[in-house]
């Protein structure tokens, strides 16, 4: 059985922080990367960030550029989500993803499992 949660989120003022957890558990195939993505209502679902689970390396979404941080735990199976300065224009479901594939690439194709999502709020 193969489980990814996120944790994390909840109701924040703009400018606030919130550090959203991914943890992967279960018969979890091997994955390059982890992936988050998030979806507003009415909205296109959006890669947000990717990080490499061989290498550390990253990318982001030009909207999310310069406030949000991914990170590998110590645990090889959990990849955190640093999110900074935060606007009501990020509120949205997050989820994170596993990927298959080389490379840290936003890219829906590339992601298989994925979890339940958790809400951001940022509101005043």
């Known amino acids: 059985q193969v489980q990814i949660v996120e944790s994390g989120g909840g109701l924040v003022q703009p400018g606030g922080s919130l550090r959203l957890s991914c943890v992967a558990s279960?018969?979890?195939?091997?994955?390059?990367?982890i992936g988050w993505f998030r979806q507003a209502p009415g909205k296109e679902r959006e890669g947000v960030a990717c990080?490499?689970?061989?290498?550390?390396?990253?990318a982001y979404a030009d909207s999310v550029k310069g406030r949000f941080t991914a990170s590998r735990g110590n645990a090889k199976n959990t990849t955190y989500l640093q999110m900074d300065s935060l606007k009501p224009e990020d509120t949205a479901v997050y989820s994170c993803a596993t990927g298959y594939g080389t490379g840290c690439l936003l890219i829906r194709e590339r992601y298989h499992f994925w979890g339940q999502g958790t809400q951001v709020t940022v509101s005043s």
């Open positions: 279960g018969h979890t195939p091997d994955y390059w990367s």
């Open positions: 990080i490499s689970t061989s290498d550390g390396g990253t």
